[in-house]
Structures are given as C-alpha cells and as structure tokens.
C-alpha cells in the first residue's frame, strides 16, 4: 500500500477536506452541507464563537494523505493562558474536531491513518506543554458539536487514544414544519414579535403580561456559508411561564413559530435539549419532533 503521510493542511486540499467533513455532517443533519469558502473561513477564525474564539492563540490542520488522496483530517486550538480567558479554556489544548473515513476496500488503512494522525495531534499538544487537553466534533455546520453518536469510527479513535466522556449529552431534534401544532386563534392572547438573543421571538401576552416566549434563528443556512440546508432553522430559547396555560402554552407558541416559518420558507426546525430533561424531550416528540441523534460533549484526554 502507498505510506501514509501527516502533514500540515495546504489550500491545495481544500476541495478534498470539505468533502470529507461534509461527509460526516451528513449522517447527522440531513440535507445540509458546508461550502469550501465556510470550511476555509472556520479554519482562521469561528465567528459564531465571539466569547470564546478571541482567546484562541494557535490554529493547526493536519491531514493524514494517501495516494494524493485526504483520508483523515483534524483541527487543533491553543488557548491562551492569560487572565482575560475565562477558566476553564486557560491554558488549553483542544482537538476542535478531527474526521476520518471508516476502513472500506479503497480505505484498507483508514484506521491507520486516523491513528497516525491522533499521534501527531497529542505530540503538538505536548509541544504546546497546555494544563490540559480535550476534543471535540464541533465542525462548521448547524446541531454538528460534540461527539455525535452517529461517528462510531471517531469515537473508537478517542477511546483507544486515551480520551474519556467526562461532560454532558445533549439530544439533538428536528420537526417538519408541517407535522408542528398550527396556530390557533387565541381569546384574550396577543403575540409581538421582536428580536430576541436567539434570532426572532414570538411573545405571548395577556392583560400586559408575558405568558412566554419562543425564539427561533431562520438564520442557519446564510447562502454564503452553506451550500446546502435552506430551509433549516432551530429553537434558540423556549420559555412559558408554568402558572400560564402549562403545556398547551408551549404547543401554542410552537404553532406561532409554525406559522411565522411557513412564511419564512422553511421546511425543517432543529431543537437541542439534555439528554437527562426526558420530560420536555418527551413534550418536543409530541408535539411532532423525531430525535436525530444524541452527542457527548467533553472529552479529556487521560492517558
């Protein structure tokens, strides 16, 4: 078989690295891909990380080659170990995502791969002499964080490296707008609409008080980032207030939200809830969700 080889990430190989994040962005969001110009983008800076991605000091993308071919790839982040970064990043080193092909005919050596290219991540992590050393699967495209469920393949490849589960599980959702409640008329009940922290809020009201709110971010698949996945939007905040209406006031405010996508243009709405919180997931399935996948977020290398 032609060696393998891991080296640094050149803009030459930028075609190839997209199709194989794409290709894991796939099996857990479907229909929605990422175009060249966003992957190249996350690789110098994260924009939808504004508290966080300002401490970074350091980027590194690696990629393990064979037969001119990208068959596993990985992004390092190295935090700074001053004062303004928050603490629990300070002094840190991250695996910010790495994927690679599972062994197939034309991959024999995928594994190998992936484990070369683990090797040289840990060495730079050494090099960098941090406090301590995690990984993630947060790629550039919308619910792709964590460790999915659906990456057996990379999973495997953390286990075996050293790299334990020690954060939370979050279960990942989506709805076709069609299959949510409908709006209904609303005795008593107005609904503003504003701009919230999330995107757009739906607040219901009445006699001058909020009863609760929903906010939803139509804004996931910009044409500048995705090349795929119009028509996706998600569930930034959910809130009613128990004493109002109780569950009926959530399925009302998931039809407003509804009917305020329908003329939107989209077709598909995201939800992220714990995996512990079964009660408001069970809500979610009711009211027309179908889980997609679950993700571990936090993994820490301890070798």
Do not use: K
């Not at 809020?201 to 980032?225: C, H, K, M, N, Q």
């Not at 090349?227 to 809130?239: E, H, K, S």
């Not at 179908?290 to 936090?298: A, N, V």
């Amino acid at each position: 078989m032609p060696a393998l080889e891991v080296r640094p990430f050149r803009r030459a190989d930028r075609d190839q690295l997209t199709e194989l994040i794409n290709l894991h962005v796939a099996t857990v969001v479907p229909g929605v891909s990422v175009s060249v110009n966003t992957v190249l983008s996350a690789l110098e800076r994260r924009p939808d990380e504004f508290i966080t991605d300002p401490w970074v000091s350091e980027r590194v993308t690696l990629v393990a080659e064979q037969r001119d071919h990208i068959v596993a790839a990985a992004h390092l982040l190295r935090y700074r170990a001053d004062d303004e970064v928050g603490a629990a990043h300070r002094d840190v080193g991250e695996i910010g995502w790495l994927v690679h092909r599972p062994p197939a005919s034309y991959w024999p050596d995928s594994d190998r791969a992936a484990d070369l290219l683990m090797s040289a991540c840990l060495a730079r992590l050494a090099r960098w002499r941090v406090r301590a050393r995690y990984a993630s699967g947060d790629l550039p495209a919308p619910a792709v964080y964590g460790l999915p469920r659906n990456w057996p393949h990379i999973r495997a490849l953390y286990e075996r490296s050293g790299f334990r589960h020690v954060g939370d599980t979050e279960v990942i959702l989506c709805a076709r707008v069609t299959d949510l409640p409908s709006a209904q008329p609303w005795p008593g009940v107005t609904v503003e609409r504003t701009l919230g922290e999330c995107g757009t809020r739906l607040t219901a009201y009445a006699d001058g008080r909020a009863l609760g709110f929903i906010e939803v971010d139509t804004a996931l698949s910009r044409p500048e980032r995705q090349t795929r996945g119009t028509g996706l939007a998600d569930i930034g905040n959910l809130y009613t207030d128990p004493s109002a209406h109780g569950e009926d006031l959530e399925r009302r405010l998931l039809g407003e939200a509804a009917d305020w996508l329908r003329l939107c243009g989209v077709d598909r709405l995201l939800a992220y809830e714990a995996a512990a919180d079964g009660t408001m997931i069970d809500r979610l399935t009711s009211a027309g969700f179908r889980e997609l996948t679950r993700t571990d977020r936090g993994w820490e290398h301890r070798p």
